[in-house]
């Protein structure tokens, strides 16, 4: 008998901020290409609330650096626990100039754009923490991935 797997998965995409749950959510990334021998893609997604201070200089540089480096340094030591590669991008989630850019849609663009095979996105409490801005994310990719998505 041989090894059948219902699913052809070469590349994991998983949304990043800065929550607990996002960390989760890229173990489980991890482990469903460590399964598949497939890589996994982290996209950072920046929300409303630092775009805009980004835009209009009202923050730190390198604050915005840092926490994006903290982020990123978390993600690879999951990555390298599950021995799968690791790329990384970091998106605005949010746009003063296009009225329908929020962190959903930059989830199924990247998703599209990386022509990633499977989705893992967090489904996070709404703290109002500023850093965590997947919380509306995961309802709007289950509705209209093309591709297979866990949500965690």
């Given at each position: 008998?041989?090894?059948?797997?219902?699913?052809?998965?070469?590349?994991?995409?998983?949304?990043?901020?800065?929550?607990?749950e996002?960390?989760?959510?890229?173990?489980?990334?991890?482990?469903?290409?460590?399964?598949?021998?497939?890589?996994?893609?982290?996209?950072?997604?920046?929300?409303?609330?630092?775009?805009?201070?980004?835009?209009?200089?009202?923050?730190?540089?390198?604050?915005?650096?840092?926490?994006?480096?903290?982020?990123?340094?978390?993600?690879?030591?999951?990555?390298?626990?599950?021995?799968?590669?690791?790329?990384?991008?970091?998106?605005?989630?949010?746009?003063?100039?296009m009225?329908l850019?929020?962190?959903?849609?930059?989830?199924?663009?990247?998703?599209?754009?990386?022509?990633?095979?499977?989705?893992?996105?967090?489904?996070?409490?709404?703290?109002?923490?500023p850093?965590?801005?997947l919380?509306?994310?995961?309802?709007?990719?289950?509705?209209?991935?093309t591709?297979?998505?866990?949500?965690?």
């Amino acid at each position: 008998m041989t090894d059948r797997r219902p699913l052809d998965v070469d590349l994991v995409l998983v949304p990043v901020d800065r929550s607990d749950e996002s960390a989760a959510a890229v173990e489980c990334a991890c482990a469903i290409a460590a399964e598949y021998d497939a890589g996994v893609h982290a996209v950072h997604v920046l929300g409303e609330d630092v775009v805009r201070a980004i835009e209009t200089g009202a923050v730190d540089d390198d604050e915005v650096a840092a926490d994006g480096e903290a982020i990123t340094q978390t993600t690879k030591d999951i990555a390298a626990e599950y021995e799968v590669d690791l790329a990384t991008s970091v998106a605005y989630g949010f746009s003063t100039k296009m009225k329908l850019r929020h962190p959903g849609s930059v989830v199924l663009d990247t998703a599209e754009e990386l022509d990633a095979d499977f989705v893992v996105v967090p489904r996070e409490p709404v703290s109002g923490d500023p850093g965590e801005v997947l919380a509306k994310a995961a309802e709007y990719v289950l509705l209209y991935a093309t591709q297979p998505v866990l949500s965690v």
